[in-house]
């Protein structure tokens, strides 16, 4: 079993993204960002998809080929949903 650490921040302004999804597919695990932006997953090794999402973000899909104890830092770039027109009346 390997470590997969890293940190993910927004690429407007380099701040850390709290609470950020990151999905191992194959293994159904998943986990989120800490205060920091950071995540850490114990995974067998091997080769693995990961997706990686983010409310109001693309969402970032890996192919992970992971043999070793790594890191990975990502930046995730906004991408606001539009909403259809509301009508507030009296």
Known sequence: RVKVRGQIKDS???EPLIG???FVNDL????TT?????FEL???????????NYINY???VLDLAVYNDGEINLVMEE???MLEEIVVMD
């Open 12 to 14: 407007k302004n380099n």
């Open 20 to 22: 950020v999804s990151v």
């Open 28 to 31: 159904q695990m998943n986990t």
């Open 34 to 38: 800490g205060a920091n932006g950071q």
């Open 42 to 52: 114990t995974m067998p090794t091997g080769e693995h998809l990961l997706t990686i």
């Open 58 to 60: 693309d969402e970032v």
């Open 79 to 81: 991408a606001p949903k």
